[in-house]
């Protein structure tokens, strides 16, 4: 494939940035809907499912879109294909070591604490049966919790090694670009995300186990792949831009369809509309991609002074948020705040957490690598 360097897209590090920021929220309010999470409030409300659902469908798959495309460009700068894979797995797997070794035990203690009557302090927890390498209540220990992304990133960039390695990319970009530079855009991943959300698995479920996870990859991994892709084609992109309100139409018609089963007066999906159901997901999280493809590329590709700060503090803010967010709302049971002071106690409390694990993490260059940022020159790498 072509060593090009591929041009920083200011456009999709400022949607990054805004995906990790809803995906901060979108985590807080886990704390408060009926579905299952580490800890839970005691003002839970149906009601919070309906804005979740307004961007469950896509945010977990943008973010594999928008990795895809800085994947391109890190290995356009890398020493060859091996040297990519080396720098990924430092960047990568260190961090996720680390978090699953000192970040993600705190959220597996609370989990076990309020929902399966664990009696042990965390040191308890933490020395003794964290890891266990078995199960506990339930609760696979070691946990991986949400640095789940963080594995399957990993193991979608050893799957692009190799394809890079063994494909003509030329041709494949050639391909790439006749078909996805028209209609095609928008009908053909939206059809392959009805064939998974309405068939293959209506109505099914990520597991977040990597060997008994097929709809996930199945999703994610195209995802990854078409983000590659995207970062060569200067056509696709400008495809985006022209189909970018239509997609827009196919997201909002397909969480208006999703609300109004939601809403329904019978309480609940009835098995007949199950398919129904998951292709108006498959719709909202596809168009919805291609419309935030498209407005970054119009309207949003252009430097800021705070940019290269936001888009280096995602990674830590990833890594330590759910922690935070599990632990201050545990902290707060006793309190019996109103639910709408918890929930922004709770946002503003773990935006203050990541900035202050982001701030001393980035000052102590041991700590760097540990929270996923790059390593501080040598100094007299530096001066030579």
């Excluded at 020493?79 to 260190?94: A, S, W």
């Amino acid at each position: 494939m072509s060593r090009a360097p591929i041009p920083r897209h200011y456009g999709l590090d400022w949607l990054r940035v805004a995906a990790f920021a809803i995906l901060i929220v979108y985590h807080v309010g886990m704390v408060f809907v009926p579905w299952g999470f580490h800890a839970k409030s005691a003002h839970g409300a149906e009601w919070a499912v309906l804005p979740m659902l307004a961007v469950n469908a896509w945010r977990l798959s943008l973010l594999f879109v928008v990795s895809g495309y800085a994947s391109r460009a890190l290995l356009t700068r890398a020493p060859g294909i091996g040297g990519f894979l080396r720098q990924r797995t430092m960047r990568l797997l260190v961090p996720l070591a680390f978090g699953v070794a000192v970040v993600v035990p705190p959220q597996s203690w609370v989990e076990l604490v309020t929902q399966h009557g664990y009696a042990g302090g965390f040191a308890t927890f933490w020395v003794r049966d964290d890891f266990r390498f078995g199960t506990l209540g339930g609760i696979a220990l070691p946990a991986l919790n949400h640095l789940w992304f963080v594995l399957y990133l990993w193991l979608y960039t050893a799957v692009l090694a190799l394809l890079v390695a063994a494909v003509r990319w030329r041709r494949a970009q050639a391909a790439f670009d006749a078909v996805f530079d028209g209609p095609a855009l928008l009908l053909v991943p939206a059809a392959w995300l009805v064939c998974i959300h309405a068939w293959w698995f209506p109505m099914g479920y990520e597991t977040h186990d990597p060997a008994h996870d097929l709809m996930a990859h199945l999703s994610y991994l195209p995802a990854f792949l078409f983000g590659f892709a995207l970062a060569g084609s200067a056509r696709v992109l400008a495809a985006c831009v022209r189909w970018r309100w239509i997609g827009a139409a196919m997201g909002v018609a397909g969480y208006a369809f999703i609300l109004a089963v939601e809403l329904a007066p019978d309480g609940g999906t009835p098995r007949w509309l199950y398919p129904a159901y998951g292709a108006a997901h498959a719709v909202q999280q596809w168009g919805t991609i291609v419309a935030l493809v498209g407005l970054a590329e119009r309207h949003w590709n252009r430097d800021a002074r705070l940019r290269p700060m936001l888009t280096e503090a995602v990674f830590p803010f990833y890594l330590v948020h759910q922690t935070i967010i599990v632990l201050v709302a545990y902290w707060l049971t006793p309190a019996g705040l109103p639910g709408g002071a918890e929930f922004a106690v709770l946002v503003a409390a773990t935006v203050a957490g990541c900035w202050l694990f982001y701030l001393a993490g980035r000052r102590i260059a041991p700590l760097r690598p540990l929270i996923g940022l790059r390593a501080l020159p040598h100094p007299h790498k530096a001066i030579a």
